[in-house]
């Protein structure tokens, strides 16, 4: 049986900046993952030399961010693409009314114009709202707020909807008033022409990264951990656990004794989303250039309402869509033809005969993954911001919970899981240590190299 300092469940971000870290303070540290590769919720697919980004896209804002600073020290290449963030008008949008014509400049201007202003009263209205209000109950009452005649409400409504649902993957009624708090963007957002599995890649660089172990069951003492794989017990002084809160909560991942509070609480109140990423490449371009995104209001947008332009990051005419929430979820059991027919019938109601059949189609399915069960976590009703913090809190001294939904500020991102594999590696060592040490002076002190490690350069 091996035994090292540190064991790391999971090679996603947050593992891997755990696992890092942690070897470069000296650690001996392994890190056990259940896929055939490293990088989780990471993951990029590279094809007749196009690359797609089929997990994260983007850093939703790269001011202060370590993502942006890890980025920039790999060396990656980085497009500035803002609007991400479901923003309405930071960069040019053509936005489509409810009968399918292209909206004028002025009417765009106003409708984006009502968002902020409805944004503006929001955050008082969700500060005084009670435990176990849901983002619908705050939106509404925000929008009753406006006096603004049942039309101009409504396109505001389905905004809000969309919003929840491609910001969370997530029905606005199940969502909690507090779902959205943390979800700033300070400074442009970019996206990875190159993937940002280069990231990932990076991290991994010279760690001890096992693949193809799936963990079944991490059993702690007093004097350490012992985990259970497919291939053998491995045993630990410390464990990062850093899997998604779907495979926490399933029969499959067994922690024993049982997580205590409040741990046990908060994971009981997050849940994982339904959020799937639909990718169309066409013979031919026929949207505007300039235009970073297309938006469709009215019910016949209710699934398929906004479209990304990544043709400048890939060379080929290419639309980004998202199955999210209620739209993923129905359509989980779809065949990809069946999928893309729907999306594409909303194209055409907006662009006509214009719109040939995509040469090449792309989509997701996280929510059958059984190593991720959704894209990412949000916040049901009743539970509240403190909920991620809460779930991280050292158990025992040697257990450590860590990933994208035990960080409090903007969770749900590469960059939470960045914070909370920092914060893990921090709680274990005792001291503060500087996450820029992820990315400078790059080399590991690389321990026991035994049989079945995969050696991760870039
Ligand atoms: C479609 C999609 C779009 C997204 N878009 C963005 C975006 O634009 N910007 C952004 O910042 N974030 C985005 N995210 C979220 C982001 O990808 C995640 O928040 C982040 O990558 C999570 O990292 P993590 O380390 O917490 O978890 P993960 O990356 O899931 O890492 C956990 C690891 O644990 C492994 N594992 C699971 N079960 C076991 C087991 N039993 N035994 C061993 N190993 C196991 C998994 O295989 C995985 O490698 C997106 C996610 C998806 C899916």
Redesign the pocket.
């Known amino acids: 049986m091996d035994h090292f300092d540190t064991i790391v ?7 891997l900046t755990a696992a890092r870290l942690l070897a470069k303070a000296g650690r001996r540290v392994v890190v ?4 055939d590769r ?5 993951y990029t697919e590279r094809t007749d030399g196009l690359v797609t980004d ?7 804002g790269i001011t202060d961010s370590p993502v942006a600073s890890a980025a920039e020290a790999f060396g990656m290449r980085m497009v500035e693409f803002t609007v ?1 963030g479901y923003q309405p008008d930071s960069r040019p949008i053509a936005y489509y009314g409810p009968d399918g014509k292209r909206l004028s400049d002025s009417a765009a201007r106003r409708f984006a114009d009502d968002i902020h202003t409805l944004d503006a009263t929001l955050l008082d209205v969700v500060a005084e709202s009670a435990p176990d209000a849901s983002y619908r109950d705050v939106t509404e009452a925000a929008l009753a707020a406006q006096g603004w005649d049942e039309e101009r409400t409504q396109r505001v409504r389905e905004y809000l909807e969309h919003r929840s649902e491609e910001q969370y993957g997530a029905w606005i009624e199940d969502l909690a008033a507090h779902g959205l708090d943390d979800d700033s963007i300070e400074g442009d957002e970019v996206v990875f022409p190159d993937g940002y599995d280069v990231l990932t890649a990076q991290l991994a660089a010279g760690l001890e990264v096992r693949v193809q ?4 069951r991490v059993r702690r003492a007093a004097d350490g951990v012992t985990v259970t794989t497919d291939r053998g017990i491995f045993t630990a002084d410390t464990a990062v656990v ?3 809160v779907g ?1 926490l909560q399933s029969e ?2 067994v922690i024993e004794p049982p997580l205590p509070e409040p741990n046990a609480g908060a994971l009981s109140r997050l849940r994982m989303n339904a ?3 639909v990718v169309l490449r066409f013979p031919t371009k026929f949207w505007d250039d300039g235009v970073y995104a297309i938006r469709q209001q009215g019910s016949e947008g209710r699934w398929w309402h906004s479209w990304y332009d990544l043709t400048p990051l890939h060379g080929t005419p290419t639309l980004l869509t998202f199955a999210a929430g209620p739209a993923a979820v129905e359509t989980r059991d779809w065949s990809e033809e069946r999928l893309v027919d729907s999306v594409l019938s909303q194209l055409r109601r907006l662009f006509g005969s214009a719109v040939a059949e995509p040469t090449r189609v792309h989509v ?1 399915d ?1 929510q059958g993954d059984p ?2 069960r959704g ?2 976590a949000y916040m049901t009703v009743g539970s509240t911001t403190m909920d991620h913090d809460a779930l991280a809190a050292p158990v025992d001294g040697v257990l450590h919970i860590a ?2 939904a035990t960080w409090t500020d903007d969770p ?6 960045m914070g ?1 594999g920092h914060r893990a590696a921090s709680s274990i060592l005792g001291r503060p240590i500087a996450i820029d040490d992820l990315w400078v002076d790059g080399t590991l002190p690389v321990k026991g190299v035994a049989h079945g490690i995969r050696q991760f350069s870039p």
């Not at 056990?32 to 896929?35: C, D, G, I, V, W």
């Not at 089929?54 to 939703?60: D, R, T």
């Open positions: 469940v999971g090679a996603g971000v947050a593992g056990l993952e259940a896929r490293a990088g989780g919720r990471v089929l997990g994260a896209s983007w850093i939703h991400g172990h799936v963990v079944s850093t899997v998604p495979v499959d991942f959020f799937e990423k997701t996280w190593f991720a894209s990412y990933g994208e749900a991102t590469v960059a939470a899981a909370s």
